[in-house]
């Protein structure tokens, strides 16, 4: 093998011949040293286009300079407003390179909603596809200061004044690497969270989370560099980006899925195409994937399946297991102020201890505390709080938010779990969504969990409503398997006979089409205890 050509720019970002590129632990330097050491592999597969790890590095570095001549420096806030795409990609690694914050942004809010975020994080710049050329330039035109904004696609017009395109660019050749000296400690990401129970903030994740969230992934899954991994998920979303991050790290390729209403048949055919080895959904979406008539055999090449971001009920993970009997069932839990893996529970104790979570991933320090900061004794139920390499630098912008967060001198998760004798840690609720009637505690969870096993049931949601007795009673919110033959509350208060106790069974029920939930799969329980939570 001939010795690499080394030119001006790996010079410029301090590289020496015979030296791999990079010296730092950003993912920006991985990609360089990929393109180094195995230039023509595929890193990203897009529909029926492939992106090597030369042309990613190239289109990363060529972006950053015109992102450069456009005034981006170190610390300065860029959005990302775009569906499931390599560009996305490209456009964080090109302002990380810069020593900038990528802001994603979910592209389901509105455009208030996101205009909240362009002015709570200060981007200066919006990235946004074609497809949501409009959204963005109706953000720009209600903002009293626009950021500047580039297409990609040839919708620039549909962005309002100023907006240039992506492409442009990318045209141009790099007259010098543009790399700016990336601390680990430098934030890379403002991830905004789901803001199911109010305004969204903004968890500052720095390289060094993105590196030890990376390492934790690929020792939970046995990861290798000839990984084959589908994002399924909304890139914008710390899950998708959970996805990709240790394929930047490891030297993989990623598969992307557009960005849509989740498709089994679609699904399956991608994966039987790319020869897909790992698999992360939220529990919706494997609920459907394990519904398809014509799942079996059609996901051979899958080594290992997992599931987070939401409760995943003990019938659907029997159904995962029964479905994919070949592969590893690995359970991922945390949260985005985290970056975000917190637990996650082997393969091998998978059916052995089903409905956990696992335990506390190495890079983690765990507790089980009640409201006064005491450890709970084992099984008891109580707040799971953390810290580590992992957890967030704190909430942008929000000191208070970000004092109550840490309050005892470790990040406060909101999560309600019991850990049993061996340390495993099952989630029991979170902490608002607990009911308390007649002095008992009532966990949602849990009476979900019994309820979602009944076969008139295809979704469930529980929330508290209000009584003149009890103060509380729990309410099951119910999406019937047969619209045609609902069950009734008669029918769900039998199945819970010996199931749960009699005070947490439901006392009424609300039969809707749907549950209502966030992009992450998440339910959105303030809009159905707004709705129903007075019945």
């Known amino acids: 093998m001939s010795a690499p050509a080394w030119d001006q720019n790996d010079a410029a970002r301090g590289d020496l011949p015979g030296e791999l590129p990079g010296g730092g632990v950003s993912w920006v330097d991985q990609v360089a040293r990929h393109a180094h050491r195995i230039p023509d592999r595929v890193a990203l597969r897009f ?54 914050i990528a802001v994603p942004v979910n592209f389901r809010l509105s455009a208030a909603e996101i205009r909240y975020i362009i002015v709570d994080s200060g981007a200066r710049l ?133 960005s849509g209403q989740f498709d089994a048949g679609t699904t399956l055919d991608v994966l039987e195409r790319e020869q897909v080895t790992t698999l992360f959904l939220v529990p919706a979406q494997w609920q459907v994937l394990c519904a398809d008539p014509n799942v079996a055999g059609r996901a051979s090449s899958l080594r290992t399946i997992s599931w987070g971001a939401a409760p995943a009920t003990v019938s659907l993970l029997e159904t995962m297991a029964r479905t994919f009997p ?48 005491n450890d709970v004794p084992p099984g008891a139920v109580g707040e799971i709080v953390y810290r580590g390499p992992g957890t967030m630098a704190g909430y942008w912008n929000n000191p208070a938010a970000t004092a109550d967060a840490f309050a005892g001198g470790w990040f406060h998760s909101g999560d309600l779990v019991r850990v049993d004798d061996e340390g495993f840690v099952y989630v029991v609720d979170r902490k608002k ?30 929330i508290g409503g209000k009584d003149q007795r009890w103060g509380e009673t729990p309410i099951a919110i119910i999406v019937p398997a047969r619209p045609d033959e609902p069950p009734t509350l008669d029918d769900l208060t039998a199945w819970s006979r010996d199931r749960l106790a009699s005070y947490k069974k439901p006392t009424a029920i609300v039969l809707i089409d749907a549950l209502p939930r966030n992009a992450s799969g998440k339910v959105l329980k303030h809009q159905l205890r707004a709705t129903y939570g007075d019945r």
């Not at 005034?71 to 490209?90: H, K, S, W």
């Not at 009532?442 to 049931?457: K, Q, T």
């Open 433 to 462: 969504d607990m009911i308390i009637s007649g002095g008992e505690n009532i966990y949602c969870a849990e009476v979900e969990n019994v309820l979602a096993g009944h076969p008139g049931v295809a979704d469930v949601a529980v």
């Open 126 to 258: 919006l990235v946004a596809d074609s497809g949501l050329a409009p959204l963005a330039g109706a953000v720009r035109a209600e903002s009293a200061q626009p950021p500047g904004c580039l297409v990609v696609g040839d919708s620039t017009g549909a962005a309002g004044p100023g907006a240039e395109s992506y492409q442009d660019l990318l045209a141009g050749p790099v007259a010098e690497a543009p790399a700016a000296a990336i601390s680990e400690r430098d934030i890379a990401l403002i991830m905004y969270t789901s803001g199911t129970t109010g305004r969204p903030k903004g968890a500052m994740l720095s390289h060094l989370n993105l590196m030890v969230q990376c390492l934790t992934v690929i020792q939970a899954f046995g990861q290798s560099t000839a990984e084959i991994s589908l994002c399924a998920s909304p890139m914008f979303h710390i899950a998708g980006i959970g996805l990709f991050a240790p394929v930047l790290l490891g030297g993989g390729t990623v598969v992307i899925m557009p």
């Open 326 to 373: 070949e592969a590893t069932n690995i359970a991922l839990f945390g949260q985005t102020e985290m970056s975000p893996v917190t637990c996650a529970l082997d393969g091998g104790d998978a059916l052995r201890k089903i409905g956990s979570v696992g335990k506390p991933v190495p890079f983690v320090a765990a507790r089980v505390v009640d409201d006064e900061m």
């Open 47 to 100: 529909e029926s286009r492939s992106t090597t790890w030369t042309e990613l590095d190239h289109r990363v570095r060529t972006l950053a300079a015109g992102l450069r001549d456009r005034g981006v420096a170190a610390g300065d806030r860029v959005a990302v407003l775009m569906t499931n795409r390599p560009e996305f990609i490209e456009t964080v690694l090109a302002v990380n390179t810069l020593g900038g």
